[in-house]
Every structure is written in C-alpha cells, then in structure tokens.
C-alpha cells in the first residue's frame, strides 16, 4: 500500500467563508499515483472545517445565516474568550461543521454522489491556516 499527503494553506482574508477546494484535493489525488483507496482531507485548525455539500451560493449563505444563529459572533458569550480570544463562536461552528471527510478512491478518481464537492470552512478568517490531504491506496 502506498501513502502520499499534502498540505494546503488557506487565508480567508473574512471572518467566515466556505472555499471549494475539491480541484486541489483533485490535484492532489492525480500526484500520488493512488487508483484505489481513501482519500482523508482534514482543518489542521480548530477554528475551520472541512465538509462535503453541494456548491450552491444560495445553501452557503443558508449555512452561514444558520451558523451564525446557533454559535453568534459575540465575544461577551463564551468562556472561552476569557482567555483573550474572540473566537468561541468559531470553535462551535466548527463542532458543526466538522473537521474532516473521507472519499473513496476509485479508478483514480474520487468517487463522489451527484453534485458533491470537498469544502474549506473559515470561521476564524484572516491569518494562514493549513489543510491536510492525505491518500492511501494503490
């Protein structure tokens, strides 16, 4: 079996986004040689979320208009922001969203359901964070 991974680094330059990174886990996939296997694509921060959906501007702005009323940007809200942060509502919307999805892989491909796509989930924007894609197979 063969291992491959690659790192990601996003900068959402706002507080909240969702940015379609399928093509670069595509891209990813095609580098490591793998035809057969899984393919795990994960937030290597706890402020963002990795998620598969359908990308459609009018579900996303639902998602964040929903997000936004469960965990509200409110730093006076959360404990959290005790320690100097402002971002306990990011950690909750993550809980959420997730941090990570696994795709099959076959025949070199990812082996999506109609109109799946592989999303990056920013609740926290403005500073570099990373993307784990990770693919193993043969």
């Known amino acids: ?26 891209r990813a996939l095609g580098e490591s040689g793998i035809r057969e296997g899984l393919c795990l694509v994960n937030a290597m921060h706890i402020s ?3 998620f598969i959906n359908d990308d459609e501007p009018g579900l996303h702005a639902d998602y ?10 409110d730093p ?11 971002n306990g509502d990011a950690h909750h919307k ?30 926290d924007g403005r500073r570099r964070k990373r993307v784990l894609i990770k693919i193993i197979g043969e």
């Not at 959402?12 to 986004?17: I, L």
């Not at 964040?64 to 940007?73: F, G, S, T």
């Not at 006076?76 to 402002?86: A, K, L, M, P, V």
């Open 94 to 123: 993550r809980q959420i969203m997730g941090r990570e999805v696994v795709v099959a892989v076959t025949e070199g491909r990812l082996h999506f359901g109609p109109w799946e796509q592989i999303f990056y989930g920013e609740f």
């Open 48 to 50: 963002a979320s990795v």
């Open 1 to 26: 079996m063969k291992s491959y991974y690659k790192e990601l680094w996003m900068e959402v330059p706002t507080r909240m986004d969702f940015v379609n990174i399928t093509r670069d886990v595509e």
């Open 64 to 73: 964040k208009q929903w997000l936004e009323e469960l965990a509200p940007h």
């Open 76 to 86: 006076s809200r959360y404990r959290h922001n005790r320690t100097g942060e402002d």
